[in-house]
Each structure stands twice: as C-alpha cells, then as structure tokens.
Nanobody, 125 residues
Framework: QVQLVESGGGLVQSGGSLRLSCAAS????????MGWFRQAPGKEREFVAV????????YHANSVKGRFTISRDNAKNMVYLQMNSLKPEDTAVYYC??????????????????WGQGTQVTVSS
C-alpha cells in the first residue's frame, strides 16, 4: 500500500501562483511514477502532469504546459506541482497519484494504482 496526502491548495486570484505538495509513504517511493490529475465540477478527472521514477523525465498536458511544473524529491518522498499564471479554468480538485513501475507515458486515470484524497484549487477572476 502507498498512502498519498496532498496539501497546498487554496483560493488565488487569476495570474497568481500556488505550489501543491504530495507526501508519499508506505513503499519504495522510487518504484513509482507520480502523476497529478484534476477534476472540475461536472467533468471527468483529467491528466495534468507526470514525472518518472528518477525524476529525470516529465510530461505536462498541453493545457498547463509552460505554466505548471511537476517535480519530486526522492529523499523526502515528496512530489510537487508548481502552478504559475493560474486561470479560472484551472479551478478543480487536484489529485496526486502513484503508478508502480510507471513512466512518463502513464497519463490515464485507470493506469494509476494509488490516489490521494485531493486538494481544492480555486482561481478567482
């Protein structure tokens, strides 16, 4: 089992920044590719970004490319999502997820093994 706990969400004005954190525990962190997903009200959960097990490779969805950056600290069992130039359409619950032996090609909800409880991000216009 892997436990994931997100933090760092909140209310921010359009154009502002937030950094989400996800603390992992339970198993060998470096066995897992880590992803961020989000779900807005009435919409399906969608992929945001993924980082490889070593942290050397990342991939971001087109909708956030150039504004969001995923990173990880394997010594601390942490993964982060730095979100800049936030827009109202970024408003959603953001989820951290772990996929054992995953890669940066791991971009769909069904592929992931473990999920956090989510953290709300609200961007006001």
């Amino acid at each position: 089992q892997v436990q994931l706990v997100e933090s760092g969400g909140g209310l921010v004005q359009s154009g502002g920044s937030l950094r989400l954190s996800c603390a992992a525990s339970g198993r060998t962190f470096t066995n897992y590719a880590m992803g961020w997903f989000r779900q807005a009200p009435g919409k399906e959960r969608e992929f945001v970004a993924v980082i490889s097990r070593s942290g050397s490779s990342t991939y971001h969805a087109n909708s956030v490319k150039g504004r969001f950056t995923i990173s990880r600290d394997n010594a601390k069992n942490m993964v982060y999502l730095q979100m800049n130039s936030l827009k109202p359409e970024d408003t959603a619950v953001y989820y951290c997820a772990a996929k054992e032996w995953g890669t940066v090609m791991s971009r769909t909800v069904l592929e992931y093994d473990y999920w956090g409880q989510g953290t709300q991000v609200t961007v006001s216009s």
